[in-house]
């Protein structure tokens, strides 16, 4: 295998984002994080408003080497068989993440869309600021900024923080095939919104996106959270390459969630 050491983040960066790491001037600890330690939630995805196919994300409980307690972020979304005559999706995402600060530690990224397949394996180390990434049987290593959040840990750790006013914006810090990315994430407004969920209050939020995410957005991914405790996802949109998407929260465990109704897997 080949190794490259590449510059350090800065470098070309275009500085503007979607959700992640430290925020500028607030520190990276979050506060205690009210959602289930365990918990898992099912979308159904449409594309045009037909059904397209189903995600999951899912947090289940781990412990480090040393016995540090962790949290495993799982992710799935698979189109259903009609969207696969034409362009078939599969990708599967899992971080590993500290459970008190919520930074990652080690993502694996298996994305298959269409003809595109990628696989990553990134592995953060926060001491020194750096990241060792293998990726299509090359291995390079990089640095990243203080805080520094994958793809999936900054859904999680923007869960953990207050959110801003609306019309107020944070600034988050991702890495991401093999580039630092500063991400803005603005409060659009507090809305009531309605779904197999009942009605609730939710935080609709903007992650302006540089780049290709989990969700197939080929642009900025509009999202909403409840404005409870729990900060529950209950509603995501994005632009693909063929369309707008959107995910609908239908399924959760556990089912005692007081945001809901009961509902579970």
Known sequence: MNSVRETPPGSGVTACGLLAALLV????????????????????????????GTA?????????DDGRALRRLVTTIRSNEFISLFFPVKNDVNSLVDAETMLPRHLVFHRREGRRHEDFDVRFDHAVNQVTVLKDDRLSVHSIAPGTHDLLSCIYFLRTMPIPEPDASVYL????????????????AIETIAGPWGTVEAIRLLAVMPFRGIFLNEG?????????????????????????????????KPESLSTFSAKGL
Request: aromatic residues 12%; hydrophobic residues 40%.
């Open 220 to 252: 900025n991914i509009r999202f909403w959270l409840t404005n409870t405790e729990e900060r529950i996802p209950v509603m995501m949109e994005a632009r693909v390459i063929v369309g707008s998407v959107r995910a609908r929260l239908e399924a959760w």
């Open 56 to 64: 999951t994300m899912g947090a289940e409980e781990a412990t480090s």
């Open 25 to 52: 001037g607030w520190a990276c600890v979050p506060s205690t994080f009210a959602a289930p330690v365990e918990e898992r939630y099912r979308y159904a995805v449409s594309l045009w408003g037909i059904p397209a």
């Open 173 to 188: 810090n991702i890495y991401h095939d093999k580039k630092n990315y500063r991400v803005e994430v603005r409060t659009e």
